[in-house]
């Protein structure tokens, strides 16, 4: 992604309103030559006496990787 596009991505996630994912910041990855959102997105985690919530680093190099995201997290397939 170029900057601007990343500034984008990052407006239009803050504007979804949800509250399993915190965006960071944006950094320029030199190994992609792109632009790329730091995060981290919350999970459902068994553990021994039930389940919880962890927070999990996550970094978003694209549109398309974003949608898959929300598609998880809606329970939809791949």
Known sequence: ????EAQ??????????V??????TIVFNTT????????THRERAP???????IWIPLRIGSPREW???L?????LPW
């Open 1 to 4: 992604m170029d900057k601007e």
């Open 8 to 17: 984008r991505l990052k407006s239009a996630i803050e504007q979804t309103n």
């Open 19 to 24: 509250d399993w994912l915190r965006v960071e």
């Open 32 to 39: 992609k030559g792109s632009y790329e959102l730091i995060g």
């Open 47 to 53: 553990f021994l006496f039930g389940s919880q919530d």
């Open 67 to 69: 949608i898959r995201l």
């Open 71 to 75: 598609i998880r997290h809606r329970g």
